[in-house]
Every structure is written in structure tokens, then in C-alpha cells.
């Protein structure tokens, strides 16, 4: 039996007709063109970057954005391991979104930039139950991390720069606000 491969037709995916536009469904798709132009890149990031509108928030946008994603945690209720292997995407991406963002904004840790506190509550909540009590206690405690920023988490967030160092200080936030859940569970201070 011999298998032939024969390589597409340029501009034909699997016999598909040329397209320029990608539908992933109904309601959302891409034209392919605009999404190469590096000015629709940027306006992706920034996208990205400040969850649309909601960095954009008049009050306390870093609050607003922890709520979405508390929101987000307590409808989609993702397993722990379905967290645990979307931090790190969610840190990457906000890495380099926050720093194409800075650039944008010309401002140094922009408070419009709130993907940094997505990351920073997915960790807080990192293999921890996904019960209400948890994630109300996670977004008050991570909130409380991230703007009061102690040791070494302000000292850290000055010596890195770009979108590193405005996604790191969130991280840490969100570790402190995991070891206090995780002794509180631990000790049977609270019940889930």
C-alpha cells in the first residue's frame, strides 16, 4: 500500500477555499489580516492586559479585577489541577501583555493593567477546595496582600521591571493569601 501526501494548494487548508477570516464559533471570529497587523497586536495585548474595560474601572480597578476573576473562579468552578495549568499561561501572556501595555500607556505598573491580580487570585486559590467561604476569604486576603505589598513584595516589584515585575508582586501576594487559607483550613478556623 502506498500513501501519497500531497501538500495543500497555497492558499487552501484541507481543501478548504482561501479564507481570510477564522470563525472559532457564531459569535466570535478573527480576520486574519487585522490580527497580523502589529497595530491590532497591541490593541490584543492591551486588550488582554486591562480585561477590557474593567482596568478601566473609576474605583479601584486592581479590586475590580481580583472580583472578576473571584467571579469567574466561583462560576466555572475549575478543578485545582484546571487552575493549576492555567496560571502559568495566564502569567506568560501577562507578562508580556503588562509590558506592551506599560510601553502603551507610558506609565510604569498602570493601574489599568489588572491581569496581574487574575494571576495573582488564581494562586491564591492554588489546590485549595473551591467552596465559597475560600474564595471570598482568597480575594479579601490576596486584596489585602497585594495593596499593603509587605516584605519583600515592594522591595521585589522595584528591582523587576516591565511586565515581570508588574506580575510578580501579584504572584507573592497571592502566595502569602494561599499559606494564610491553607492554615485557617488547616487549624479548622474555618469550615468548608
Do not use: W
Not at 496582600?145 to 501576594?173: C, H, N, T, W, Y
Amino acid at each position: 500500500m502506498v500513501v501519497r501526501v500531497h501538500p495543500p494548494q497555497p492558499g487552501r487548508l484541507f481543501g478548504q477555499k482561501k479564507t481570510e477570516s477564522i470563525s472559532v464559533c457564531p459569535q466570535i471570529s478573527f480576520n486574519v489580516k487585522e490580527l497580523a497587523d502589529p497595530l491590532k497586536k497591541e490593541k490584543i495585548l492591551k486588550l488582554i492586559a486591562t480585561l477590557g474595560p474593567v482596568g478601566y474601572s473609576p474605583v479601584a480597578p486592581g479590586t475590580a479585577g481580583t472580583a472578576i476573576a473571584a467571579i469567574l473562579c466561583y462560576i466555572l468552578a475549575p478543578s485545582e489541577m484546571t487552575v493549576a495549568l492555567i496560571l502559568p499561561l495566564t502569567f506568560i501572556i501577562g507578562v508580556i501583555a503588562s509590558s506592551k501595555t506599560e510601553q502603551l500607556l507610558n506609565e510604569k505598573d498602570s493601574s489599568h493593567i489588572v491581569i496581574d491580580e487574575v494571576g495573582g487570585y488564581m494562586v491564591s486559590i492554588l489546590f485549595l477546595p473551591s467552596e465559597v467561604k475560600v474564595l471570598l476569604l482568597a480575594f479579601l486576603l490576596f486584596r489585602f496582600f497585594d495593596i499593603l505589598k509587605p516584605f519583600p513584595i515592594r522591595s521585589i516589584e522595584r528591582q523587576l521591571s516591565g511586565g515581570l515585575g508588574v506580575m510578580v508582586d501579584d504572584i507573592i501576594a497571592g502566595v502569602y493569601a494561599n499559606l494564610i487559607l491553607r492554615l485557617l483550613l488547616f487549624y479548622k478556623l474555618i469550615q468548608v
